[in-house]
């Protein structure tokens, strides 16, 4: 990458009009959820739209600004929900706020979220479904009420938080074969096969198959490409490596032409189009 790229790039990612922030969940809560998450962009008048990429979890978010829109199309948009569940999803897709972005969400665990409905996870992906179809109308309504009306975000996590432990009201069934797949994925960067995970056991394959759909809504695959490709664009934003090859085989792609052709499925733009891309400054926030 050159340096002027790489100069770009650090630009938007320090971009001092969005502030973005995590937090880290209650103890007994990180086995479910990755982190909260809070960002805030004042309104601009020529807001570029933002495309957002695949990573492996499932968030609540509540919208607590102007609208968002989400395209659907080159042209044709939806106003996301103020109060929803983003399923996994497996392809990237554009979004372009509408005036002031003041956001709220929920990172979970891939596993993490099937712990807290009946409804099939793999119902949930690639779309934003409203917190009211998920859980009881009242309770849902309460919730994004108190959400708005919280002080900080301080006591929006104790909202959440409450929310999160009456839900699960000591059910929490994370499924052992589901978990530790997905903990090993992550581990090796999704770089470990799921086979040699599993030591060959064919029926126990099958088993996982079914497992994931149900409780994470994509197939173990689709997962470890998706985190695979998560390391190569920190290593890729954060300078940690020469050039494109040496992303490749750090993160054990056959060879740079596996890699790009993963990072197009996932992103829908090579490596080189993505390092200095305005569209992307939000995805390379939350990556970096």
């Not at 104790?158 to 994370?174: A, P, Q, R, V």
């Not at 664009?233 to 494109?244: T, V």
Request: net charge negative; glycine share 4%.
């Amino acid at each position: 990458m050159n340096s002027s790229s790489q100069y770009l790039m650090q630009d938007l990612v320090n971009n001092p009009f969005m502030n973005y922030q995590t937090f880290q969940p209650h103890i007994d809560l990180q086995s479910l959820v990755s982190c909260y998450w809070t960002l805030e962009v004042p309104a601009q008048p020529d807001a570029q739209r933002q495309r957002i990429i695949p990573d492996g979890c499932i968030e609540m978010a509540f919208i607590l600004g102007d609208d968002i829109k989400r395209y659907t199309s080159q042209d044709e948009f939806i106003i996301q929900p103020r109060a929803m569940v983003l399923g996994q999803t497996m392809e990237p897709f554009y979004i372009e706020p509408t005036g002031y972005v003041n956001t709220f969400a929920i990172r979970f665990h891939p596993y993490g979220f099937a712990n807290l409905v009946s409804v099939p996870i793999k119902n949930l992906a690639n779309k934003e479904t409203p917190i009211s179809e998920l859980f009881d109308q009242n309770v849902a309504i309460e919730l994004e009420q108190k959400i708005i009306e919280a002080n900080d975000n301080s006591e929006r996590i104790g909202i959440i938080e409450n929310f999160l432990f009456n839900t699960l009201n000591d059910k929490t069934t994370i499924d052992t074969i589901v978990k530790t797949t997905v903990d090993t994925l992550l581990l090796t960067n999704g770089s470990t096969s799921i086979s040699n995970i599993l030591k060959d056991n064919t029926s126990q394959r099958r088993q996982l198959e079914r497992k994931f759909v149900k409780q994470i809504g994509v197939s173990p695959k689709q997962l470890s490409k998706v985190i695979r490709l998560q390391a190569a664009l920190k290593m890729l934003l954060n300078h940690k490596a020469e050039n494109l090859t040496d992303i490749a085989y750090e993160n054990e792609y056959f060879d740079q032409a596996h890699f790009i052709k993963d990072f197009k499925e996932f992103t829908g733009i090579n490596p080189k189009a993505f390092l200095g891309n305005e569209n992307m400054a939000l995805s390379s926030l939350f990556y970096k």
